[in-house]
Structures are given as C-alpha cells and as structure tokens.
C-alpha cells in the first residue's frame, strides 16, 4: 500500500542578512494510512518548518523550497498553484498550531470560526455551520457547546482554545491531521487530556497524524513509528518500541538518556554537550559529529545517508556505515 503522506529529499531555505538558513537539508520521511508519526528534537531543529512546508504555507520571501517532493494520495504538492493548495488545506490536510490564541480571530465569535472553515470549503450555509461547530464541541468535550459557540477566544481558557482548533480541524474529516506541539502552553493535566482526545478521534476518524513534539514521552505513548530530527536533518526512524528500545544514533541516545526515570536514583540527568549548530554555517559531514563521542574523521567529511540497519529501522551514522 502507497503512503498517505511521503516527503521525499525536501530543503526549505530561508535566505536573510545574516546568510542562508537551511533549516531542513534534505528530509525524508512516510506516513501510512491511519497512521501516528511523531516528530521529534530538539527546538529550532526544523520540525515547525517541515509542517509548514507541508501546508505550503512558508513566507515567501524569505523562505523557499529549493528541492524535494511532496506527494499527498500519490500527488505532488509542490506543483500545485497556491488556489490549488487552498483546497486542500483544510479540508484534506488540517493543521493544530501551537499557539491557539495566535490561530484564532479575537474579535469574531469561535462557533463562527468554525462555521467559516467549513463555508469556505463545502458551501454549507454559516447559520447550519455553527450548529455543526457545537457538534464538534461537544465531539472535543467542550461544556456547554450551543453556548460556546457564541464565545470570543478571550473568554476560554487556553484548554478550551485548543479544543476549538482541535474541532476546527477536524471539521471536515482531513485525511491528515499535522499537531505542531498542541500542548506546549497548556499545563500538565490538560495536556494529557488533548493528547488523549487527538489519538481518540484519530482512532475514530481513520486520519494519519503527524504528531511533532521535542517530548520523547509523549511520542512513546501516542506514535506508532517516530523520526528523531536533528539540524535539519532526519537522523533515525523506526517504529516507537525499536527505538526506544534499541535506539541507534547518538544524538538518539543522548536523548533517551536525559528522560528522568523513577527507578533510577541520579542526582544528575544526563545531558548533550555543546549546542545545536548554527543553521546559516553548518559543519560539514554529519551535522552532530561536533558533539558525538564516536566521531571519526568520516564522520567531520561525509555525511552518512539515512539507510536500514533493521527491518523498518533506519539511522543515518557511519557506525552503521562501515
């Protein structure tokens, strides 16, 4: 079976005063019928970007595309004109941003929102459309939904925000929902009940999900395979209990190591030394070898391709190389 979703080879650019950002530099990565992929590393390794390439909603300037492939049910996304990608966003790709308060209008009512998504892409009437939003409100467990939808974003809590865009964009069935860190401004006990209610109605709808999040935990709960992204780069991917088992990469492992564990007594967590590196002057060969202990001189010329040392485990690291 074809993937849903395959980003083939794919650099996005961002060309300032400062030089040229390569904030992603050559990624690849599917995802299948149904499935969760999560999306993981750490903050300004170009995961945010690899969503926004994908809905085709990169600033230009000063952003680009400057190679690679993104086929969506077997189509290239690349080639589509922006009225073409209008189309499809929303309706067949739908996107959860981190930040709700900044993805909702504050001065028109949420219901209405909502409402306003589902006219702009099916032609169904406002006035049915908000009784349709009440009905995804009380779908994301929103109290009270016929009032709800009456509300400004002002009065909802930052919970309550990001079950409306929850409900927004699952208001037209996508085939692939994208959850840019959903939960990164909520707090704990909140946070689980969002993730508990996107992998609930993933399950319900049938829609893949590419899940990004620099929290390994919340990948080992709620994906069926993972990507570790480093510097622009996918570095490992494989199903979540092989890698979390059996991780591969370095820059993997240091990961996993720093997760705080009950049944470990450590007056210290782990750490990764050094920095990520600077995106506009990248260091040649494997971008972590700076900062790996394995290091070689192959590692600091060449950079190792991503290629399957396991069944569905791949690691991009000349230790598996040679």
């Not at 967590?269 to 971008?287: F, K, Q, W, Y």
């Not at 202990?293 to 396991?310: F, G, N, Q, Y």
């Amino acid at each position: 079976m074809e993937p849903l979703l395959e980003v083939r080879d794919l650099a996005t650019y961002f060309y300032t005063d400062e030089g040229t950002v390569k904030a992603l530099d050559g990624v690849s990565f599917s995802i299948g019928q149904g499935e969760i992929l999560g999306l993981v590393g750490e903050t300004g390794c170009g995961k945010s970007v690899t969503a926004t390439s994908i809905m085709g909603l990169i600033p230009s300037p000063p952003g680009k595309i400057v190679q690679g492939s993104i086929l969506f049910n077997g189509r290239e996304l690349l080639s589509l004109s922006e009225q073409q990608m209008r189309h499809i966003r929303g309706k067949d790709i739908a996107m959860i941003f981190q930040d709700p308060a900044s993805s909702l209008n504050p001065v028109l009512r949420v219901g209405f929102q909502v409402a306003e998504a589902i006219w702009a892409h099916t032609g169904t009437p406002i006035r049915k459309g908000i009784l349709r939003a009440a009905e995804l409100f009380g779908l994301v467990n929103i109290p009270d939904p016929q009032k709800t939808v009456n509300r400004y974003p002002h009065q909802l809590s930052g919970g309550m925000k990001q079950r409306v865009m929850i409900a927004m964009a699952l208001s037209l069935n996508p085939k692939l929902l994208i959850a840019d860190e959903p939960t990164t401004a909520l707090d704990v006990s909140i946070q689980a009940q969002i993730l508990s209610l996107i992998k609930r109605l993933q399950r319900d709808y049938g829609s893949s999900v590419l899940l990004i999040s620099h929290d390994l935990g919340v990948i080992s709960t709620m994906a069926h395979r993972v990507a570790v992204m480093y510097s622009g780069l996918i570095v490992e991917q494989g199903r979540v209990e092989d890698l979390f088992q059996d991780p591969l990469h370095p820059y993997t492992k240091g990961l996993l190591a720093a997760i705080p564990r009950v049944d470990e007594d450590k007056d210290e967590l782990a750490v990764i030394e050094g920095t990520l590196p600077n995106p506009t002057d990248p260091p040649s060969g494997c971008r972590f070898h700076p900062r790996c202990s394995l290091a070689t001189d192959a590692c600091k010329i060449e950079r190792p391709p991503l290629k399957a040392v396991k069944p569905a485990h791949e690691v991009a690291c000349h230790v598996y190389a040679r």
